[in-house]
């Protein structure tokens, strides 16, 4: 059964459409909504389910975007004005705070283990390959982790 709602900043986006595994979002959650800000870090055209909305209280997220990133400030700002959903953050400062404020957070890598444990992809191990082709930075015992947490041998 695929959760419901998802927020996911622009890191996961943009990593996951640069080694064409963009539909494995959508394989494991049934909504996927973007910020504007997000949408603009992203920068391309986006599948036409992914839902882009409106920040409500701007308020809040100008105190986010005093110590994160425009992106992940929004994210959380609509996760605030959301129920019962889950951010996609890759940035340790900015899953901290999500943590802090009890808001339900994972990560790319997360997002790859629930496809995987899910049977909605083959194989995690093959997409950490094309990932570490990538500039994106993980290190050897989270990657090692993960593809335990996906059922394979590392």
């Not at 695929?2 to 979002?25: F, G, H, N, T, W």
């Not at 283990?113 to 992809?121: H, Q």
Request: net charge negative.
């Amino acid at each position: 059964m695929r959760d419901a709602l998802v927020i996911a900043d622009s890191s996961c986006l943009i990593l996951l459409a640069k080694i064409e595994e963009l539909e494995i979002l959508r394989s494991v959650y049934k909504r996927i909504f973007i910020t504007k800000e997000i949408a603009g870090e992203f920068g391309g055209e986006l599948p036409e389910w992914i839902e882009v909305k409106e920040i409500e209280n701007k308020t809040l997220q100008s105190l986010f975007e005093e110590i994160l990133d425009w992106g992940e400030a929004s994210a959380l700002s609509l996760a605030f004005e959301m129920q019962d959903c889950t951010v996609i953050l890759d940035d340790l400062k900015a899953r901290k705070t999500a943590a802090k404020l009890n808001i339900k957070v994972t990560g790319t890598i997360g997002v790859i283990v629930k496809a995987k444990t899910e049977n909605k992809i083959p194989s995690a191990t093959a997409v950490f390959e094309k990932i570490l082709e990538t500039d994106f930075r993980i290190s050897d015992r989270i990657l090692n982790e993960a593809i335990k947490l996906a059922g394979e041998q590392p």
